[in-house]
Structures are given as structure tokens and as C-alpha cells.
């Protein structure tokens, strides 16, 4: 892992799709989903917060694909994906 919980911040976390800023981004400790998105700017007018996908690595080392709430908690290296709503 690029980063752990060892320290307060995690610079690897990356929030991309239809965040208003996707980037990678620095992200601390018992952050939540929302938290997150909120540190990209939230959502554009596209995007929405049902689904968010995380992407993250399982103990096998393997990516997971999840599906995470708004108030779960993101983890060192997770990549979270916001999709784009559908009228």
C-alpha cells in the first residue's frame, strides 16, 4: 500500500467520475464518503450520490468493486467512482 492509517492524512485516495474536481487527494483518517466528495467539489450537475462506487484492494490483493453509502468510511487507497444520474 502506497499509504496507512499510520499517519493523519492518506495522499492516494482518487475521487473521479462526476466529481466537480476529480484528482487525487489527500484524505484523512475516519473520513466518510461524503466527506470525500465534499474535498472534490461535490457533485456536478450530472452526477449523483446513489451507487457510489469504491474500488478498493481485499485482503486476497485483489480490486473489489463495492457500493458504499455517503456515511461509510474510506479506506487507504480506495477509488471512489461517481456516476452520472440517470433522468
Known sequence: SLCDWSSDVCSSDLIY?????PNAYRLER???VVQALA??????LRGTERD???FRRGPDDKIQQL?????ELVQPD???YI???IF
Open 78 to 80: 480506495d477509488v471512489i
Open 17 to 21: 467520475g462526476e466529481a466537480t474536481r
Open 52 to 54: 457510489i462506487r469504491v
Open 30 to 32: 475516519k473520513m466518510t
Open 39 to 44: 474535498t472534490a467539489g461535490g457533485l456536478t
Open 83 to 85: 456516476r452520472q444520474s
Open 67 to 71: 457500493t458504499l453509502g455517503l456515511q
